[in-house]
């Protein structure tokens, strides 16, 4: 913002507009690769899939199956952040298995990082894996996965308790990686089936801290909407935009709104709501997802939300709730955008573009967070 101001006080709307529309792009360039490895048969495939938000039997999701199924790294876009890759690697664990001529043979150093998935005991072949990815200078992050068949076996048991079992899959990994030298092991625990339930808020939380700054927000944006932790996170990282694109629409100024002494680009504001509704899966494609799993019309799903736009994005609409976004409140609401205003001060009629813009995003984004939520709800009690 503060690189903007010179442009801005110069009236040089077209840098402005050319560095905003320069930065958002190279954010959606950002590359993000995840290297999926493990024994055969642990769940990799199901994993993938579950993190770009498919089901096993999805058109476009990884073949799982109860026989040796993966046989070379296979590449696995995210369907809708495509340089979020996900690489589906070949099963480890026969008994000669050498991590280090593995490893080579998917190009570990073309990985952001790695994801180990162990079903069962932990076994050397993990160690010998995780050690030689650490030795490789790569980072990775341990997984357990099918916890529910974990927990069924051990629940007929008289001295089941579900903590215990949870708690002791968990220590005889660490103690595993430990063994093998690893200083400060984390296992998560995860089910297929259960996505959200177990330690995955704890699995995307760690990999967000760890990557570097540029990275997180595609990670985030790419995270399957299993969690109100997650949806938050999404949440916050829209918002960090909403500053840049309101300039960007003031800048570009196209449409008066009625009623308002504003012009903005309504077709820039258009474009940012259809990624809130992507990110948020509550475009078209991904409500009929929604619909086979939950077995309610994509209509029924649509009345159970609020956002005025859940009929589509179109010019109307937003100059409606552009025109309720009126600037006193947003002066009141929304406290950041003060700390802007010296900035687009200048912009003619900027200060008001700017900040009707930004109500008016922050508006429709906590609406579309809010319409999220129940879609999950829905979905959470489908699963139960
Ligand atoms: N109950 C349960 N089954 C799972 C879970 N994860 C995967 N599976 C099942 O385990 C089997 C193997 O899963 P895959 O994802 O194909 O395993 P993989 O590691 O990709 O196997 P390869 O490609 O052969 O190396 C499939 O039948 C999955 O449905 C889980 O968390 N719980
Ligand atoms: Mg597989």
């Known amino acids: ?117 162990a079903s069962d005991r932990f076994k050397q072949c993990h160690a010998t894996l995780a050690k030689d990815i650490e030795r490789m200078g790569k980072k990775f992050y341990f997984v357990r996965s099918k916890i529910d068949l974990s927990i069924s076996a051990e629940k007929n048991k008289k001295s089941f308790v579900l903590e215990k079992t949870l708690d002791s899959i968990q220590k005889d990994c660490e103690n595993g990686l430990r063994k093998a030298g690893i200083e400060e092991p984390v296992v998560f625990l995860i089910s297929r089936s259960e996505f959200g339930k177990y330690d995955f808020d704890k699995l995307h939380m760690r990999m967000e801290e760890e990557l570097p700054k540029h990275k997180r927000r595609v990670l985030l944006l790419s995270l399957p909407n299993i969690t109100k932790e997650i949806n938050e996170k999404k949440k916050k990282a829209l918002e960090e935009n909403i500053k840049y694109v309101a300039l960007l629409s003031a800048c570009a100024a196209a449409v008066p709104v009625p009623g308002l002494s504003i012009a903005v680009d309504l077709s820039i504001i258009a474009v940012e709501l259809k990624k809130y509704y992507s990110a948020f899966d509550l475009d078209d494609p991904s409500l009929q997802l929604i619909s086979e799993r939950s077995g309610k019309t994509v209509e029924e799903l649509k009345s159970l939300m609020k956002s005025p736009l859940r009929h589509g994005i179109n ?57 999220a939520e129940q879609m999950l709800t829905v979905l959470l009690k489908t699963e139960v």
């Open 1 to 117: 913002m503060e690189n903007l101001k010179e442009f801005v006080s110069t009236q040089n709307f077209s840098s402005v507009i050319n560095k905003i529309k320069q930065c958002l792009k190279q954010q959606d360039l950002v590359e993000l690769n995840i290297g999926v490895t493990g024994e055969s048969g642990s769940g990799k495939s199901s994993f993938v899939n579950a993190i770009r938000g498919l089901g096993d039997d999805d058109e476009g999701s990884a073949e799982t199956g109860v026989v040796e199924t993966t046989m070379k790294p296979e590449v696995y876009l995210h369907p809708k952040y495509k340089h979020v890759k996900l690489w589906d690697l070949p099963g480890i664990g026969t008994p000669n298995f050498k991590a280090e001529q593995y490893l080579t043979k998917v190009k570990f150093e073309s990985y952001d990082f790695f994801i180990i998935i």
């Open 315 to 371: 010019h109307p609409t937003i100059i409606a709730m552009l025109s309720n976004s009126v600037m006193a409140m947003v002066l009141h609401a929304a406290g950041y955008v003060l700390k802007y205003i010296p900035i687009i001060g200048s912009v003619a009629a900027g200060t008001t573009s700017f900040c009707t813009v930004t109500k008016m995003l922050k508006k429709a984004l906590n609406d579309i967070v809010e319409d």
